[in-house]
């Protein structure tokens, strides 16, 4: 079965560091979402790119997270410089959008420790 | 708003007991609809969708769901759940034409007792 890779699986370092975490999306998705999953606010849509193209990064706070797609098989989610409340669950989907939806590919998520 | 409600945030039963998970939506069209679960420590796999036709879906482990347009509802229903089956489920709805925001509901967790 065609999976979506996320790396690494855990991180943990230390407040101010910068922090890169990677996707695979399932070949052939033409969508890419990043989320983020805590117990608190549950799960959130950071950013989401189409064909590679960003096309809504307003869950994302712009001053420290970016995201990309260097090309279709890799989208990153950096955080510079990383605090203790961006612990958390990020998760990583990719889908085929358009006028047919697809559900959402989850891949199994980077688990990111702040101290 | 767009949003979706779980109404349960934890239910326990006992394994070959039946279940039911609710799910409520309010969303300006009839929307895409889902169920997703996660066990601990993996990323969330689609149990089933509902796009259009019969409101009654199966998914996959023995799972379905119903639409009730009238009710705004979702609710995922299994006959005999099974030990395996602890997770976390998430209901969520969409727009039928377009990716864009996908709506994840807060989550049930889901306890089975042997």
């Known amino acids: 079965d065609a999976r979506v890779t996320q790396t690494p699986r855990h991180k943990v370092t230390e407040m101010g560091q910068e922090v890169t975490m990677r996707c695979q999306p399932i070949l052939g998705h033409n969508t890419v979402f990043w989320y983020r999953q805590t117990m608190m606010q549950g799960l959130e849509l950071l950013a989401y790119f189409r064909n590679r193209a960003p096309l809504d990064d307003s869950g994302m706070p712009k001053d420290r997270f970016s995201a990309e797609m260097p090309d279709a098989t890799l989208a990153t989610l950096k955080i510079q410089p990383s605090e203790p409340r961006d612990s958390a669950v990020y998760f990583c989907?990719?889908?085929?959008?358009?006028?047919?939806?697809?559900?959402?590919?989850f891949g199994d998520g980077t688990r990111l420790s702040i101290l | 708003a767009q949003s979706v409600t779980q109404p349960d945030i934890h239910i326990t039963v006992s394994e070959g007991a039946s279940l039911e998970l609710r799910c409520n939506y309010s969303y300006g069209a009839t929307p895409y609809l889902f169920w997703y679960v996660q066990s601990p420590g993996q990323g969330l796999q689609l149990l089933l969708k509902y796009f259009s036709g019969d409101t009654l879906v199966q998914g996959i482990k023995g799972f379905e769901a119903e639409f009730k347009r009238s009710q705004s509802s979702f609710n995922l229903r299994k006959p005999s759940v099974h030990w395996s089956d602890a997770a976390e489920y998430f209901c969520?709805?969409?727009?039928?034409?377009?990716?864009?925001?996908?709506?994840f509901g807060p989550g049930t967790s889901l306890s089975v007792i042997p």
């Open positions: 989907a990719s889908g085929m959008g358009g006028a047919d939806n697809q559900p959402q590919h």
């Open positions: 969520a709805v969409g727009p039928k034409t377009s990716y864009d925001k996908v709506i």
